[in-house]
T-cell receptor, first 115, second 114 residues
């Protein structure tokens, strides 16, 4: 079974530029998550989708971050404009369900460096 | 989610058992105890979860205290590939939807030496 795919793996941009990350979840997984992981910290949830609807985006900085999940499958996360503090690893995860007994499957992440 | 407390780091010798502790004194009766680990330069991966009884799988064992205020993740024979950050996370059985997110702390960094 293929895992969660993410691209690109690495991205370097200057502040105030825009950037987009792509995620392809495991086939059949209805729930998709985007996490931000700053160096030395655990991942923090940015947004959660159930199919193509947003369930939780309470920690998404909506003035600069946006995300969508087209047709309930692939998802993109965009930052515009980027700030220095956005430097982090952006992780995508998917799960077959939303209950607390379902495990989440994570992709390898995209490491973003903002200079 | 209820809060968990873990040591910042631990060391182990290869091929020896490792006991990773987690304190969760404010755990509720419906909180599941989950463990994830994150190997260097990878996303987190699921290890094991339990509610009240001890659990075993191919990766590890989870020992849950009788009062459920603490738990221990047991790696029976540590290898160099087990060097990772281990996260202990509580997830409420009664909550779904937004509550299904994982709330990560800083975890325990396990070092395994020859």
């Amino acid at each position: 079974e293929a895992g969660v795919a993410q691209s690109p793996r690495y991205k370097i941009i200057e502040k105030r530029q825009s950037v987009a990350f792509w995620c392809n979840p495991i086939s059949g997984h209805a729930t998709l998550y985007w996490y931000q992981q700053i160096l030395g910290q655990g991942p923090k949830l940015l947004i959660q989708f159930q199919n193509n609807g947003v369930v939780d985006d309470s920690q998404l900085p909506k003035d600069r971050f946006s995300a969508e999940r087209l047709k309930g499958v692939d998802s993109t996360l965009k930052i515009q404009p980027a700030k220095l503090e956005d430097s982090a690893v952006y992780l995508c995860a998917s799960s077959p369900g939303t209950g607390p007994t379902y495990e989440q499957y994570f992709g390898p992440g995209t490491r973003l460096t903002v200079t | 989610d209820a809060k968990t407390t873990q040591p910042n780091s631990m060391e182990s010798n290869e091929e020896e058992p490792v006991h990773l502790p987690c304190n969760h004194s404010t755990i509720s009766g419906t909180d599941y105890i989950h463990w994830y680990r994150q190997l260097p330069s990878q996303g987190p991966e699921y290890v094991i979860h339990g509610l009240t009884s001890n659990v075993n799988n191919r990766m590890a064992s989870l020992a849950i205290a009788e009062d459920r205020k603490s738990s221990t993740l047991i790696l029976h024979r540590a290898t160099l590939r087990d060097a990772a950050v281990y996260y202990c996370i509580l997830r409420d059985l009664l909550l779904t939807g937004t509550a299904s997110k994982l709330t990560f702390g800083t975890g325990t960094r396990l070092q395994v030496t020859l």
